[in-house]
Nanobody, 127 residues
Framework: QLQLVESGGGLVQPGGSLRLSCAVS????????IGWFRQAPGKEREGVSC????????NYADSVKGRFTISRDNAKNTVYLQMNSLKSEDAAIYYC????????????????????WGQGTQVTVSS
């Protein structure tokens, strides 16, 4: 059974850092594109970062470029999102998603291409 479980969210002050984890089971990371999305109250879900099937290509939303880094550890079947210099506008529920059909540069403009989703982890940025 394919499963994604996010963790690592919490409360952090502006300027602080968090590392989110997405532990996957039931599939091999090499064959799936992985995306991180977020949704704040009253807003649409937006793409944050993603990793192509092979792990060789990454994509970032303009709002997080230079601050967030996506990576993966195949041995642990885990994808990470390192978030630095956090701002209040980064506060949201963060979801990881996976899909085996995406090729080339992974998609951030829409969540619809991703078939499999985790339950989300809350990130709060506040002083």
């Amino acid at each position: 059974q394919l499963q994604l479980v996010e963790s690592g969210g919490g409360l952090v002050q502006p300027g602080g850092s968090l590392r989110l984890s997405c532990a996957v089971s039931g599939f091999t990371l090499d064959y799936y594109a992985i995306g991180w999305f977020r949704q704040a109250p009253g807003k649409e879900r937006e793409g944050v970062s993603c990793l192509s099937k092979s792990g060789g290509r990454t994509n970032y939303a303009d709002s997080v470029k230079g601050r967030f880094t996506i990576s993966r550890d195949n041995a642990k079947n885990t994808v990470y999102l390192q978030m630095n210099s956090l701002k209040s506008e980064d506060a949201a529920i963060y979801y990881c998603a996976a899909d085996p059909r995406l090729v080339g540069l992974c998609v951030l403009s829409s969540s619809r291409p991703y078939a499999y989703w985790g339950q989300g982890t809350q990130v709060t940025v506040s002083s």
